[in-house]
């Protein structure tokens, strides 16, 4: 089932629980060659139960306690949070969870919030991947948060922004945004499409591609220093400036002008809200009617509580802070620890 279905079934409309058994370990201990089956001073072990010497250390490597777990087999509590492994686990069997009950809204979405949080946690937690920013967005979306969804989406754009299904995923969340239809306002809240080098070509395929041009200009040049026709001179040149097009495409014409999340972080406004010329409510609307939920727009600076941006379109203005969502730091859902009570 698509993406779409499924936010079509909430519209019209468990807890995950990680047993992990202990492991058990029978502690057997042997008296030493030169002492007698007990000390003088210690009554006899039971007939049919191993000597028993309280003073001998254990060998290296034995068990000091019987039925404890392994660390890495302890359910998550407030002093150890949980591996990765757990949080991938609860993520996963939470979504499964939403999908099944698609029929019934307020269970499907309580069950994409929880795994929405665990993939909150997961991204925060580093290591990201195209695969999980598509999930953690995709798990929003359905959950009914589009303003939280539209943000994970651009923060996996900003780190893979070649990667066409979260291109796909960002441009299918901001159809669902109340955009103005004409006007200025219009102008100023819909985002261009995407555009650069970056958006397009990974690195690795980037890197082939040159590789591919400078091998071809090698074995032009070669085949020219063989046989002196002009050709093969022509060949290896236009093959060398293929190469060097390409370098100098990735690294200095390619950059994504959204790609700027470490100096310019995108917020996405969660509510309607007037942009006003100041930090503060006694300020005039710099721009009317208020703004959607959903707009982008670029962080510029933060003061008073209020946040300094910049939309689209290239207006700037103020917004409260409450009111936005900002890429790097915790999204409002991954405040709730997945960690049991």
Known sequence: MTLSRLVSALATGGAVVLALGPVAATVATTPAPDQPPHAPDQPPHAPGQPPHAPDQPLAPGRLLTQDRPLAQDRPPTRDRPPTREQLLAVAEAAFAEGVAHRHDAATARAAFARAATA????????????ALALNRANAHRLAGNLPAALL????????????????????????AVDYPVAGGLARQCRPPPPGGFSSRVSPGEAWLICGGCWLLACGAATRFAMTRRPGWLGCAAV?????????????????????????QPVVVLTRRETLRSGNSAAFPPRLEPPLPAGVEA??????????????AGGAVGWLPA?????????APSASRSVNPP
């Open 152 to 175: 994970a989406v651009n923060e996996g754009l900003a780190a893979f922004p070649w990667h066409r299904p979260l291109q796909v995923a960002r441009e299918d969340a901001r159809a």
């Open 239 to 263: 093959a060398a400036l293929g190469a060097l097009a390409v370098v100098t495409c990735g690294y200095l014409l390619g950059r994504d002008p959204d790609d700027r999340l470490g100096r």
């Open 322 to 330: 409450g009111s936005v969502l900002v890429a790097g730091r915790t």
């Open 298 to 311: 670029r962080k510029l600076a933060e003061r008073g509580g209020w946040v300094q941006v910049e939309l």
């Open 119 to 130: 993939y909150d946690e997961l991204w925060a937690s580093g290591e990201p991947t195209p």
